[in-house]
C-alpha cells in the first residue's frame, strides 16, 4: 500500500513537467522595477507597499477580506482550533498572463512530457530504472 503509492509518487514527480524557478524577486527589485517603468520615486514606492501591507492586515483584522485589483483577495480566515490566518485568492488576470501563448520566458523541466499521462510518466520511470519499477 503505502510503499507502492510513495514509489508511484517519485516517478510522477521525477518526469512531470516542471517549472525551474529562478531567483526570487525582493521588494528592492519590484520597487526598482516600478520606478523604471514609472518614473515614481524609489523612496515613495517603499512607503506606498509598506502602508499597503499595513492596510491589508488593519482592514483584516477588522474581519474584512481586502480586494487589491489586478493583485488578488485577502481575506481572514479561522480555522476548527480558533487560529486565524489570511488567505489570499489571486487575481485571475495574473495566472491568466502566464497562460497566454508566448508570454512564458522561464525554464521548464521535463517539457515533453506535457500532456502525458500518470500512466505514461511511470512508463518513463520503469524503463529509466529496471530495478526500481513501479506496479499497481
Partial sequence: GGQKMANKLKAINKHRPKIKLGK??????????????TGL??????????????AIKFFNTQGQGVKIERLGTYTPKIDIKGKLSVS?????????ALNTPGAFQGEI??????GKSVE????????????????D
Avoid: Y
Wanted: proline share 2%; net charge negative.
Fill in 24 to 37: 526570487t524577486v525582493g521588494m528592492i527589485q519590484i520597487i526598482s522595477f516600478i520606478a523604471g517603468r
Fill in 41 to 54: 520615486n524609489v523612496g515613495e514606492l517603499q512607503i506606498v507597499l509598506a502602508e499597503l501591507c499595513e
Fill in 88 to 96: 489570499h485568492r489571486l487575481a485571475k488576470e495574473i495566472s491568466n
Fill in 109 to 114: 523541466q521535463n517539457k515533453a512530457n506535457i
Fill in 120 to 135: 505514461e510518466l511511470i512508463e518513463i520511470w520503469n524503463e529509466k530504472n529496471p530495478n526500481d519499477k513501479v506496479t
